[in-house]
């Protein structure tokens, strides 16, 4: 469950290292559609995140819809297949029943407004609260950068309602995770300087 600041004690919480170290980007999601009042407070805990000059230069548009996403993810496969000789690596597409969200019900993206030099990392701030905050609260996450490049066309702008002048930065798929996802090795800190 996840606490408002209001009222901190209130619903039971994990310690945020215990999220931050087991949380795991999850690429596979049952079909259980995820509450608006569940997305709201991850969209709160989203927007608690720390930013430049308090500019708060972020907004969130959230899909839920199926067959919108279909869509989108059958445009994000377009994409993958006319850039994959130059990243052979990233081209998972060839599978006729891949899907760009692992399945999930619930894309919510995160863009950023044109307010200054730091809006990405504010953004990029913004959805590691609503990651934290959607694992203590039993959820997956996993941010989908493929998605990026097609939510800042003119076409999916439009169709979703965005601002032209607004950046997907975030998108971030969001569910009930199909199983447990196993937890993956990651390299100690590289310190450069410690003086």
Known sequence: MIASPESPKSEASISVMDAIFHRRAVRDYTPQKIEQAVIRKLLDAAVHAPNA??????????????????????DVKKRLAEVAANHPPLWKGAAPDFDAFHHAGTLIVIYGKPVGPFVAADCW????????????????????????EVLNTAQWKEELGVPAEMTAIAPMIVGLPAGKTPPVSHKPPQVLCWK
């Open 53 to 74: 000059m308090h500019e708060e230069a972020w907004a969130f548009a959230v899909i839920q819809d199926k067959p919108l996403l279909k869509r989108l993810s059958d």
């Open 125 to 148: 701030l913004a959805a590691e609260n609503l990651m934290l905050a959607a694992y203590a609260a039993g959820l997956g996450t996993c941010p989908i950068g493929l998605a990026v």
